[in-house]
């Protein structure tokens, strides 16, 4: 007996064309009791989705529906899941969907880490069954996965927290970001929107660095105590060994002056990159990283434990992120204009599909 479900969703038929959407069925993960179905409402636009489906990030599988900043409400509820989660309650998924439950990091707060972790889409379960994401009627996940959604969140202001969120959230909290700290954050777009947000609501001092003034204003807005225009030769000189942390979410490496920011980072300070270029990071010198003892490191999505942390903390002071709501039929549109760097800052589509 099958213990699938049917869902729709927008997908990619043709890897060649790779914004043109076709509503499709498609089979859900097998149902366990520990698992919850989310009948989708909304869901975020991220540039992972852009990567994949323009073969950036390698070769796919079609059809495949892309999305992972998912919001909805759960409309079945296992029998064995014990994290309080109740049919009728909001909750979210970001961009991972499984793991082995059983490792170490399974089993330390580190799942985003496992080795055998499982993305929400363009990926496949242990039985062979290909995951599929959130443009789309609804999805199955493991209760490990499933966040729930405070009230002072609506779900589309909550969906795209899930990943471009917590993508940010989860290394400035290991990281040390709070009071008396000093962090940059490099890239201001649908990532570097959101680690102004939670870099501030965390209690640290904030530098945004920026390549143009169109976004000055944003950026303060924002919160943000300074902006650093990178346009001008020589912006590193005045913060020279001053960040405690840079979280760098530029995902293009061409012109990358990795140097010059590692420059700016005080003793032991650290440079951790959430955005993936395509294309690899330029190259540096031992030099760059032994006058000043600092360290280059990178940050893998977010834990359960900083999810509901990073919800709860949007929740208590306010946090909003900059979102554009569009119907889901409108995704043509959204993933285009996010390749071309059109958003400001996160678009969200909400479920039309019959």
């Known amino acids: 007996m099958t213990t699938q479900k049917n869902f729709k969703g927008y997908a990619i038929t043709d890897a060649n064309r790779w914004s043109d959407f076709k509503v499709i069925d498609f089979p859900s993960k097998n149902w366990e009791e520990t698992d919850v179905e989310i009948a989708i409402t909304h869901c975020g636009v991220c540039g992972s989705d852009v990567h994949t489906l323009t073969s950036g990030w390698g070769q796919f599988e079609t059809p495949l529906v892309v999305g992972h900043e998912v919001a909805g409400k759960a409309v079945r509820v296992g029998s064995q899941v014990k994290s309080g989660i109740k049919v009728g309650d909001r909750v979210g998924v970001g961009a991972q969907i499984g793991s082995c439950y059983s490792c170490k990091y399974c089993k330390n707060d580190n799942e985003n880490y496992c080795p055998k972790s499982i993305s929400t889409y363009n990926n496949q379960y242990p039985d062979g069954v290909r995951t599929m ?119 293009v490496s061409e012109n990358f002056p990795v140097a010059d920011y590692l420059s700016m980072l005080d003793v032991h300070g650290k440079f951790i990159t959430v955005g993936l270029p395509d294309e690899k990071l330029p190259g540096n010198s031992a030099s760059a990283f032994a006058a000043n003892g600092c360290f280059f490191g990178g940050s893998k999505l977010g834990c359960k434990k900083e999810a509901i942390e990073m919800l709860d903390l949007a929740a208590k002071k306010g946090i909003k992120p900059w979102i554009e709501e569009l119907p889901m039929k409108d995704v043509k549109k959204a993933v285009e204009n996010v390749k071309d760097n059109k958003v400001r800052y996160r678009y969200v589509l909400e479920q039309d599909i019959a």
Not at 202 to 231: N, P, Q, R, W, Y
């Open 133 to 251: 994401g959130g443009y789309s009627t609804g999805m199955i996940a493991n209760e490990q996965y499933v966040f729930p959604i405070p009230e002072a969140l609506s779900s589309a202001e909550a969906c795209s927290m899930m990943c471009g969120g917590l993508t940010v959230y989860s290394p400035l909290r290991r990281n040390g970001a709070g009071p008396g700290k000093k962090v940059g954050i490099v890239g201001i777009g649908g990532l570097g929107h959101y680690a102004i947000l939670f870099a501030k609501g965390l209690g640290a001092e904030v530098f945004a660095f920026t390549h143009s003034h169109s976004k000055d204003d944003d950026i303060k807005k924002m919160g943000a105590d300074h902006v650093v225009f990178t346009g001008e030769e020589g912006f590193e000189k005045k913060h020279a060994m001053t960040l405690d942390l840079i979280i760098s979410t530029r995902d």
